[in-house]
């Protein structure tokens, strides 16, 4: 899968895309970021803390695949701004979205962003 495709092909989906991401399994980031023109709400430390968490909240999340079976995706709504986390193999994918969008706006995306990576989305 090429990345840098994904995340493009994630800020297509809707203009409320703020950025899309993908990182390692130690929360380093290897492709995508900030939507061009758009800034962004935390620092560069404060932005790999967090990236670093998401990576442990995965790993914590697996524990329980065996029981509950395996996590597609996260969702968070914040004040400031909202947030899909996807799990893949060896990979997280981070999404953020505006805060003005609804929830069901943010499920036609995490759907969206569902069938991209299950390979059925455009090209």
């Known amino acids: 899968m090429d990345f ?3 995340c ?3 800020y297509a ?3 409320d895309v703020r ?3 993908i990182i390692d399994d130690t929360g380093v980031l290897i ?3 900030m939507k061009k023109g758009i ?3 935390t620092d560069q430390a404060n932005e790999e803390l967090y990236l670093a968490q998401t990576a442990l909240r995965k790993s914590m999340r697996h524990r329980f695949d065996n029981t509950l079976g395996k996590a597609r995706f996260a969702y968070v709504e914040r004040d400031k701004v909202s947030i899909l986390t996807f799990y893949l193999n060896g990979h997280t994918l981070v999404i953020t979205l505006e805060p003005n969008l609804n929830s069901h ?7 969206d962003t569902l ?5 059925k989305g455009s090209s």
């Open 31 to 33: 492709a995508g970021g």
């Open 4 to 6: 840098a495709t994904l």
């Open 13 to 15: 989906l809707d203009d």
């Open 105 to 111: 706006t943010a499920m036609d995306i995490a759907m």
């Open 8 to 10: 493009n092909q994630v």
């Open 19 to 21: 950025y899309a991401g």
């Open 115 to 119: 069938e991209l990576l299950n390979g």
């Open 39 to 41: 800034d962004s709400l």
